[in-house]
């Protein structure tokens, strides 16, 4: 297995949760945010002149690629501001601006509307990864920082953990910022458990609490983060979305076929359509008992 050394570059790929609806439940406002996460964006790239930078933004209805574009930005020249620093600061925020203007608040009580197509933005993420990998002569350590505002979506729990098990099987780490919301992300936290990177939440009311976490835990890379004690999570939440009504559950069935997962027992599952034999299973004569059980080939897991 190759290890990381100091001198190796780094991929990033900061994935930004920019839908308004969920950033008006913050104490942070989200362009407040924005002058924090730049400054991070900066410091990285500074770091090293061969790392590389992603950006990608996620709202309720699109995602969008911000850093690089084709798009052309007038960045006039500034001789005190350092000459990757400028284009960088310029398409992150005009691209965030663009995005937010097309998007109209509705409900924000609503839960469907402070949910972001987070899991079409990872599978871009890992588009990009791949592509840079492929393109690389020498080795190069992909990460992936996830700055999450909304909550989470059941109806993307397949997808999602398809993207977490992918970014696994390659090597990236997936570091997650919850920039507000009063719960955890559940699907996040098993996300940065799965890729090895860090759950991080962060307390809007102080105004530099996000830059500061971002400075002091997800900054490091690869080889910095071997020889350093990153903060852990103690409790993670590894329950899975039900297939049926897409519901958080504790225990559930799992069809022995596709492995769909449902909150109740069903002759049929909705997922690849299998149907279920229920046979009946005696007791031992032995026991005294003549009453039959029917079972079914849909084994119950408990979700803890």
Same mark, same amino acid.
């Given at each position: 297995m190759v290890e990381p050394v100091e001198s *190796?570059? /780094?991929? %990033? !790929? $900061? +994935?930004? *949760? $920019?839908n308004p609806t969920a950033w008006t439940r913050s104490p942070l406002a989200l362009n407040k945010a924005l002058q924090q996460i730049v400054i991070f964006i900066n410091a990285y790239l500074a770091l090293?002149?061969? #790392?590389?930078? $992603?950006?990608?933004?996620?709202s309720k209805r699109n995602c969008q690629l911000l850093y690089p574009s084709d798009s052309t930005v007038d960045a006039a020249h500034d001789i005190q501001v350092y000459e990757q620093f400028r284009p960088v600061d310029v398409k992150v925020?005009?691209? !965030?601006?663009? @995005? +937010?203007?097309? +998007?109209? !608040?509705? #409900?924000?009580?609503s839960l469907d509307e402070q949910q972001s197509l987070m899991?079409? =933005? %990872? /599978? @871009?993420?890992?588009?990009?990864i791949h592509r840079v990998s492929e393109s690389q002569t020498g080795k190069i350590w992909s990460r992936i920082l996830v700055l999450s505002a909304g909550e989470d979506a059941p109806r993307e729990y397949i997808s999602l953990m398809n993207s977490i098990f992918a970014a696994q099987k390659m090597s990236v780490l997936m570091d997650i910022c919850k920039a507000c919301g009063q719960k955890d992300s559940v699907f996040l936290q098993q996300a940065a458990d799965i890729t090895g990177g860090n759950y991080l939440k962060v307390n809007a009311t102080a105004d530099e609490s996000l830059l500061q976490t971002l400075m002091f835990t997800c900054l490091a890379d690869h080889y910095t983060r071997s020889i350093i004690n990153a903060p852990g999570s103690a409790l993670i939440d590894f329950r899975a979305t039900c297939f049926c009504h897409r519901r958080v559950i504790d225990i559930g069935y799992v069809c022995s076929v596709c492995l769909s997962i449902?909150?109740? @027992?069903?002759?049929?599952?909705s997922t690849c359509h299998t149907k279920f034999s229920f046979k009946v299973v005696r007791? *031992?004569? =032995?026991?005294?008992? /003549?009453?039959?059980?029917?079972?079914?080939d849909m084994s119950s897991l408990e979700l803890k």
């Open positions: *190796d570059p /780094s991929l %990033l !790929v $900061v +994935v930004l *949760d $920019v090293n002149p061969e #790392n590389k930078l $992603v950006v990608i933004g996620a925020l005009s691209g !965030v601006q663009a @995005m +937010v203007s097309q +998007v109209t !608040v509705e #409900n924000i009580n899991s079409r =933005a %990872l /599978s @871009m993420a890992l588009c990009h449902f909150c109740k @027992m069903a002759p049929i599952c007791p *031992d004569r =032995a026991q005294g008992n /003549s009453l039959a059980t029917p079972t079914a």
